[in-house]
T-cell receptor, first 112, second 116 residues
Framework: GDSVTQMEGPVTLSEEAFLTINCTYTATGYPSLFWYVQYPGEGLQLLLKATKADDKGSNKGFEATYRKETTSFHLEKGSVQVSDSAVYFCALSLGRDDKIIFGKGTRLHILP | KAGVTQTPRYLIKTRGQQVTLSCSPISGHRSVSWYQQTPGQGLQFLFEYFSETQRNKGNFPGRFSGRQFSNSRSEMNVSTLELGDSALYLC???????????????FGPGTRLTVL
């Protein structure tokens, strides 16, 4: 079935470090791909998305490129901040309905 | 514009009881989806309602049910609660402008259910 696999956390980095969170997917069709972020005590917020192969989603300094050949959608940021500490979820949707399939989430801790 | 609201934010119940959670979507949004979030299973899709009809359903037992009202507000009900139902229940709404289309889902803060 359709699924999303992302690197397990927690990931701990120092402020201004480079961030990569790996995400790969399995899907029967051509999914749209998403990264969501969940700050402590809050619901999920859409961080970025890409709807077709080679699209790059970007927001708040985060980027991810839809790689069909490797079925991947890795999240990157060049210089993280303490305020980026949160749980990040990679997700996909096949667009047939509003159902979203999430990865297990990666907790990110940024140290000052 | 107000965001998605969920009530209550926290709930404590005992095994065997039933519970009803409420979700008010963003004004104008017609689709409401429900997710269960647990440390072990992560985020799992429960069901989605569109124009008062259940349009999609995840792999949960029949103890989990929901409905949507004409104003798009939604409720989910869990009967005969089990310890394993302890979770954060998230509601998300979207415009759902077209069937099969993909509109951004906006999530509420969730209801934290604890079953003792």
């Amino acid at each position: 079935g359709d699924s999303v696999t992302q690197m397990e956390g927690p990931v701990t980095l120092s402020e201004e470090a480079f961030l990569t969170i790996n995400c790969t997917y399995t899907a029967t069709g051509y999914p749209s791909l998403f990264w969501y972020v969940q700050y402590p005590g809050e619901g999920l917020q859409l961080l970025l998305k890409a709807t077709k192969a080679d699209d790059k989603g970007s927001n708040k300094g985060f980027e991810a490129t839809y790689r069909k050949e490797t079925t991947s959608f890795h999240l990157e940021k060049g210089s993280v901040q303490v305020s980026d500490s949160a749980v990040y979820f990679c997700a996909l949707s096949l667009g047939r309905d509003d159902k979203i399939i999430f990865g297990k989430g990666t907790r990110l801790h940024i140290l000052p | 514009k107000a965001g998605v609201t969920q009530t209550p934010r926290y709930l404590i119940k005992t095994r065997g009881q039933q519970v009803t959670l409420s979700c008010s979507p963003i004004s104008g949004h017609r689709s409401v989806s429900w997710y269960q979030q647990t440390p072990g299973q992560g985020l799992q899709f429960l069901f989605e309602y569109f124009s008062e009809t259940q349009r999609n359903k995840g792999n949960f037992p029949g103890r989990f049910s929901g409905r949507q009202f004409s104003n798009s507000r939604s409720e989910m009900n869990v009967s005969t609660l089990e310890l394993g139902d302890s979770a954060l229940y998230l509601c998300a709404s979207s415009l759902a402008r077209r069937a099969g289309g993909l509109d951004e889902q906006f999530f509420g803060p969730g209801t934290r259910l604890t079953v003792l």
